[in-house]
């Protein structure tokens, strides 16, 4: 996410000098007074709702963006960013990692509260601490422009989720995007969040992981998605959610009609959770993309999961990596997509598990009833994956031959694969296009390959890149 040179100190020109209100070096970084004078202007809770203005508040409105906060640097005693000096009149903003500390959040909040350009801030690393989110609080309840807001990394704690549940509660803000990983939020903090978020529906996607949630924290997850009709994406990642925990989850997500995408990787909630979760899978046909990566589920667990998918008509995407699953788990896995002729499964990684040739037998016969699918296994035991790959000729070669000898370009090819001709499908689809066309002749593999090529990232297959004039 950080696309900028954060980290490193930015050369000073002429446009970028501005002169401080105390001494500084060369540092472009705001930096934040020492420890007694924020002790000595830290706002009082009750008259926060004023804490944003300057001297002359007409100024909010006659000063130019730029001026605004160069009067903002001089009001709170912080050397002006010239990252965000050159950037503000954009749509996105990467400030992670500037060392802003309260007040220079502080002069960042007081410059985007008129400010209509920027929908994207990025703000992790840079101990805001409580004064810095008061400060953004109290600007998002007079921007309506900002929708994405990342503040990672800020060791907010519980005084941080509380100001943050009181602002989410209010539901005002035109945020649906929030990454709040790291805060060192605990049992108490999610029970804060869970409370605003089971009557917010503004929030489409809320990142939480790398925090101290655990089983007590689940249950509190659990109540709000059964009352949540919002939230489309939930990353709960490197948390401590064991069995307990995921089953009190679970029982929200069988009721729950809305969240799409949900990452509960790296919590070792074990056979227990995997059984609850095969419960959902049964229940819930909302939800398309699950990964469970490395909470130890073995063939037990898997078990229970691969029955849930026999009758799941959703799911597209199913991560299950670093799981201690033996082949035999995934035969199983495999077959619960065959017998449903309704499934939308497109990937499923169990990319440590190694399979034998039996194995991709069983898949060949899957992958003919379902051409959307594509499963990363680690390899196939006795064949050398290098001759594999080697024997294969690169994708591209053949539809650009094929091309050639038609007399159309290869971007007229792929447009052909799109029963509306755009340059766009979804990754799932493209797939099953190329394996059912019969114009290249081309393998599972091969498509795979040709994904990546096209742009596997986003989900989405784009070639509009390829446009190659006829030959």
Not at 203 to 228: C, P, R, V, W
Request: hydrophobic share 40%; with cysteine.
């Amino acid at each position: 996410m950080d696309n900028d040179e954060l980290l490193e100190p930015e050369t000073k020109d002429d446009s970028d000098t501005v002169s401080a209100p105390q001494s500084s070096d060369e540092t472009l970084y705001c930096e934040a007074e020492d420890s007694a004078a924020v002790e000595k202007e830290k706002p009082a809770r009750e008259s926060s709702e004023t804490d944003l203005e300057i001297e002359d508040t007409d100024k909010l409105f006659t000063t130019g963006q730029r001026e605004l906060y160069l009067e903002a640097c001089k009001l709170v005693g912080v050397v002006p960013v010239s990252y965000f000096l050159r950037n503000m009149e954009g749509s996105y903003v990467n400030l992670n990692h500037h060392g802003l500390g309260p007040n220079g959040t502080k002069a960042i909040a007081i410059a985007l509260v008129s400010n209509t350009t920027v929908l994207t801030l990025e703000l992790a690393d840079n101990s805001i601490m409580e004064e810095g989110i008061l400060s953004l609080v109290e600007m998002l309840q007079e921007n309506y422009y900002l929708q994405e807001m990342n503040i990672s990394d800020n060791n907010l704690g519980l005084e941080g989720a509380r100001i943050l549940s009181e602002f989410l509660q209010n539901d005002t803000s035109s945020i649906f995007s929030l990454q709040l990983s790291g805060n060192n939020f605990k049992e108490e903090s999610a029970e804060l969040f869970c409370q605003a978020l089971s009557a917010n529906y503004r929030i489409k996607t809320l990142d939480l992981s790398h925090n101290q949630f655990s089983d007590k924290a689940g249950e509190y997850l659990g109540q709000m998605l059964a009352f949540n009709i919002g939230l489309q994406s939930l990353d709960l990642s490197w948390n401590h959610l064991h069995s307990r925990g995921a089953v009190a989850l679970c029982s929200g997500l069988r009721v729950n009609t809305a969240l799409k995408k949900l990452n509960l990787s790296m919590n070792s909630f074990g056979n227990e959770g995997a059984s609850a979760l095969g419960e959902v899978l049964r229940l819930n046909n909302r939800l398309a993309h699950l990964d469970v990566s490395s909470n130890n589920i073995s063939n037990e667990g898997l078990s229970k999961i691969s029955r849930g998918l026999e009758a799941n008509e959703s799911l597209r995407v199913l991560k299950l990596f670093l799981n201690p699953i033996s082949m035999d788990g995934a035969v199983l896995l495999i077959l619960s997509i065959k017998k449903n002729p309704k499934s939308k499964m497109e990937d499923i990684d169990i990319s440590n598990v190694l399979v034998s040739e039996q194995f991709v037998k069983i898949l060949d016969g899957v992958c003919a009833v379902h051409p959307q699918l594509d499963v990363i296994y680690k390899a196939v035991q006795g064949l050398s994956t290098k001759k594999t790959l080697f024997t294969w000729t690169s994708p591209l070669k053949l539809i650009q031959s094929y091309a050639d000898q038609h007399k159309i370009s290869i971007l007229d090819f792929f447009r052909s694969l799109n029963p509306s001709g755009e340059t766009m499908m979804s990754v799932g689809a493209f797939r099953k296009a190329m394996i059912q066309q019969n114009k290249v002749p081309i393998n599972r593999y091969q498509v795979r390959e040709l994904i990546k090529t096209l742009g596997e990232k986003t989900d989405v297959v784009d070639f509009s890149f390829l446009k190659m004039t006829r030959p």
